[in-house]
Structures are given as structure tokens and as C-alpha cells.
């Protein structure tokens, strides 16, 4: 149980262009899902906390006007990074926390990786 | 605030020795969740342990085991007979409440050798 899936797992995109990331909780409803970005040989940086039918809370640095993100029901949220460049080129993850749960632990997106050229 | 201090960039150990992964903490809560993350090549995070504050026990898990010591702040991992399945980057993280942000350490890869 408690499986997150993320989609796409791979994606190219063109500078200027904007691309839509989707996290699913697949077994479970997450009433809070949580973005990361993770560059290489580093640890994972939190963006945004989302929460199902309010607005996300993005983290001091973050845009949130790049970087949009969705929660629109219990098991998706969706983070858009629009007019994208290539320093957004990065590996981004998201998690997401299951009310249910015995323990406290946030559940974990395989990634993707987001490529701008 | 919160923080999480990792002090080992990077270890190497031989197959089926043991070796602990250090990790510090700092925060002026009483409850608390410490975690150790995997992260292989995959990029998959993977819970490894966890830990509730409020127990004294130190968690175990197989091969793995954690030294909690709460009152200075330190959770270490300790990983006993290591495989080459072990390598990895490990995260030790910080977890206040079930919907609060998880503050993670910067980690420590390790690299099990032949």
C-alpha cells in the first residue's frame, strides 16, 4: 500500500515552452502532497506543500508564479513549470502523507526528470 | 528552526562489514519522527527506519538499527553486514507533525565495495 506515482518519469521540453508534472497517490487519499527538487548529488529541496482545494504554499525562493501547482483532488496534484529555461532542468519529486497512516512517514514519487533545451 | 546535520559527504566500506552513518539534529520540540532515507542510482526514495521521539527504544529493521540518543540530538544508523545493495545516498530527515514539511540532512553516499 501507499504507492505515489509521478508522470512523466522522462520529459524534453523546449525553452519557453511549459510543462505539466502529475503526482498521484494511488492507494490512498493525501490530503497534502509535498514538491521537491533535487539537483544532482544533493539533498532534496522542498518547493511547495500542497493541500486538496487550497492554495499551495510555496517555500521563501520559489516562484510561484514558474512554478504552478494544482491539488485538485485527493489522489493528484499537478506542478506546471511554465516558460520553462534550462536552469530549470532538475529531477522533481513529490510525496505525499496518508491521513491513515499509523506512522508519520510521506510517501515518495519515483521522479522525473525534466530536460530544457 | 529545525535542522539536520550530515557530517560524512562520503564513506566506502568492503561487503559485509558494518558501518554508522552520523546524524545530528536541532530543535527545541519534545515530539518528534526521525527518518533515515535510501536513495539509490533509481533516484526512488526508500524508507529505511523511523523513529518516534517518545520511544526510548532504538528501531530496528533487519540489517539496519539506530543509535537515538535524545537528549544530544544524534541518530545514527548503523548498518550491519553491508551488501553491495547498500549503496546509496542515505538522508536522515526530521518530521514534526504528519503534514508538516519533512527537513532532510544533506546526505551521506555511501558506496559498498567488493
Known amino acids: 500500500g501507499a504507492v505515489v506515482s509521478q508522470h512523466p518519469s522522462r520529459v524534453i521540453c523546449k525553452s519557453g515552452t511549459s510543462v505539466k508534472i502529475e503526482c498521484r497517490s494511488l492507494d490512498f487519499q493525501a490530503t497534502t502532497m509535498f514538491w521537491y527538487r533535487q539537483f544532482p548529488k544533493q539533498s532534496l529541496m522542498l518547493m511547495a506543500t500542497?493541500?486538496?482545494?487550497?492554495?499551495?504554499?510555496?517555500e521563501q525562493g520559489v516562484e510561484k508564479d514558474k512554478f504552478l501547482i494544482n491539488h485538485a483532488s485527493l489522489t493528484l496534484s499537478t506542478l506546471t513549470v511554465t516558460s520553462a529555461h534550462p536552469e530549470d532542468s532538475s529531477f522533481y519529486i513529490c510525496?505525499?502523507?496518508?491521513?491513515?497512516?499509523?506512522?508519520?512517514?510521506?510517501?515518495f514519487g519515483p521522479g522525473t526528470r525534466l530536460t530544457v533545451t | 528552526a529545525q535542522t539536520v546535520t550530515q557530517s560524512q559527504p562520503e564513506m566506502s566500506v568492503q561487503e559485509a562489514e558494518t558501518v554508522t552513518l552520523s546524524c545530528t539534529y536541532d530543535t527545541s520540540e519534545n515530539n518528534y519522527y526521525l527518518f533515515w532515507y535510501k536513495q539509490p542510482p533509481s533516484r526512488q526514495m526508500i524508507l529505511v527506519i523511523r523513529q518516534e521521539a517518545y520511544k526510548q527504544q532504538n528501531a530496528t529493521e533487519n540489517r539496519f538499527s539506530v543509535n537515538f540518543q535524545k537528549a544530544a540530538k544524534s541518530f545514527s544508523l548503523k548498518i550491519s553486514d553491508s551488501q553491495l545493495g547498500d549503496t546509496a545516498m542515505y538522508f536522515c530527515a526530521y518530521l514534526m507533525n504528519r503534514d508538516d514539511k519533512i527537513i532532510f540532512g544533506k546526505g551521506t553516499r555511501l558506496h559498498i565495495l567488493p
Open positions: 500542497s493541500n486538496e482545494g487550497s492554495k499551495a504554499t510555496y
Open positions: 510525496s505525499a502523507s496518508a491521513p491513515g497512516s499509523t506512522f508519520y512517514e510521506q510517501y
